[in-house]
């Protein structure tokens, strides 16, 4: 899979010798399915209960940014820094399993780049174990999520850096 990843955002993802932070691991062999924001703020809105859990507990959201992690994150999301998931990913899939989740929705800035490798690395592996597990990428990442819905369903959510962020180019 080839993720395109903007030139700006790809000065500040080399690591000291140069190279990208993801070139320590694997291409991602999977392509992402893509989830609009809408269904996604659907899904966890829904008060519907399916043997006694949420349906809105049977979803995961990662937020896969790492120091650009400000002004809010969307409720209920976990934050695994992209240049950090892969060696993890075994173990999250374990703890999905466990809880009953069966999808995990993963964004970044722009769903762009590190989340759309994150979710292939996440499906390569539910596919290699044969699991049920559903990975899929938020389009238009934290920064859709914010021009279209502003500080709803956000934690933490910070104005004064939302005005100013989405007003920078875009960064994955």
């Known amino acids: 899979m080839s993720i395109h990843v903007h030139e700006h955002c790809l000065r500040m993802a080399k690591r000291e010798d140069g190279t990208p932070w993801w070139a320590a691991f694997p291409e991602p062999s999977s392509t992402p399915v893509h989830i609009e ?34 002004g809010g994150t969307i409720s209920s999301s976990i934050n695994l820094p992209a240049h950090s998931f892969y060696p993890t990913r075994k173990s ?58 502003g500080d709803r369903m956000m934690d933490g959510y910070d104005e004064k850096t939302w005005k100013q962020l989405l007003s920078e180019k875009s960064c994955t």
């Open 37 to 70: 924001p809408q269904t996604v703020l659907e899904l966890l809105e829904q008060p519907e209960h399916v043997d006694d859990i949420p349906l809105s507990r049977r979803l995961l959201l990662v937020d896969c940014r790492r120091t650009d992690c400000t």
């Open 92 to 149: 999250l899939y374990a703890l999905c399993k466990q809880a009953g989740i069966q999808m995990v929705i993963f964004y970044c800035g722009s769903s762009a780049g590190r989340a759309p490798r994150c979710a292939a690395w996440m499906q390569d592996y539910i596919d290699e174990v044969g699991g049920d597990l559903q990975s899929q990428v938020m389009t238009s990442g934290i920064r859709g999520w914010v021009r279209m819905y």
